[in-house]
């Protein structure tokens, strides 16, 4: 049996509370100019209802900025065609069945997230267990990988923080201190012009919308690069 590594002493940094708005209209002008309008399709916004229910199945206390991205749009349906890269944002109804999923997967291996052998980058920021509750999926890659929201970081980390975790990222890393500053990142690539829509009929990619710069089938190994963080197995 793995060991069960020694959590730092120390708080977290609290989450931080944005507004997004300018950030969400900046992704609205990129998607608009940019992506086939008839496959690239968000669904309507989510209500405070809807968001309220989901808190209350997570047991966590939703930052501003989440409750403005769901008020925006209740993410996406087809996996094909996700707006980060490739990768969907979730609807709240699916979000949560993927964090009952871990939660059970959690059961499952008896109870000890350290069960299965995980690193975590930076170290001291970011919990190496496989699994924890306080992970709240954000994206989906379709294979049990996810970008999401850090509920129990650790010292060196900021609750709220944007990590990746998953079935095959035994690494987990931090993408940014928090849901704003990480759509602000993807605002700056996409702007800067790092994309790449595949459009070749002929050619068989895994997404259509990817990094250009590193190339990157999968836009987590993309971003472990971009950051300089370790590949995603120990």
Do not use: C
């Amino acid at each position: 049996m793995n060991s069960i590594p020694k959590r730092p002493e120390g708080e977290a940094k609290p989450k931080l509370e944005e507004d997004i708005a300018p950030v969400l209209a900046r992704l609205d002008a990129w998607y608009a100019a940019n992506l086939p309008a008839d496959k690239y399709v968000f669904n309507p916004p989510a209500d405070d209802a809807q968001i309220n229910a989901f808190q209350e199945v997570v047991g966590f206390e939703m930052p501003r900025s989440y409750r403005q991205l769901y008020r925006w749009h209740d993410g996406e349906n087809d996996d094909r065609w996700g707006h980060i890269y490739g990768l969907p944002i979730l609807p709240l109804q699916q979000a949560a069945t993927e964090w009952r999923q871990w939660k059970k997967t959690l059961a499952d291996i008896g109870g000890n997230p350290y069960a299965i052998r995980g690193g975590a980058w930076p170290q001291g920021a970011v919990d190496p267990a496989y699994t924890n509750p306080g992970w709240i999926p954000l994206t989906a890659d379709g294979s049990g990988g996810h970008i999401g929201l850090d509920f129990d970081p650790w010292p060196g980390g900021r609750v709220g923080q944007i990590i990746l975790f998953g079935r095959d990222e035994d690494v987990k890393v931090v993408l940014a201190d928090s849901l704003g500053q990480f759509l602000e990142w993807i605002a700056e690539l996409l702007e800067s012009g790092n994309f790449r829509l595949s459009v070749a009929a002929d050619e068989v990619v895994l997404r259509q919308f990817r990094l250009k710069q590193p190339p990157a089938d999968h836009f987590h190994d993309g971003v472990r690069n971009l950051l300089g963080a370790p590949g995603q197995f120990l």
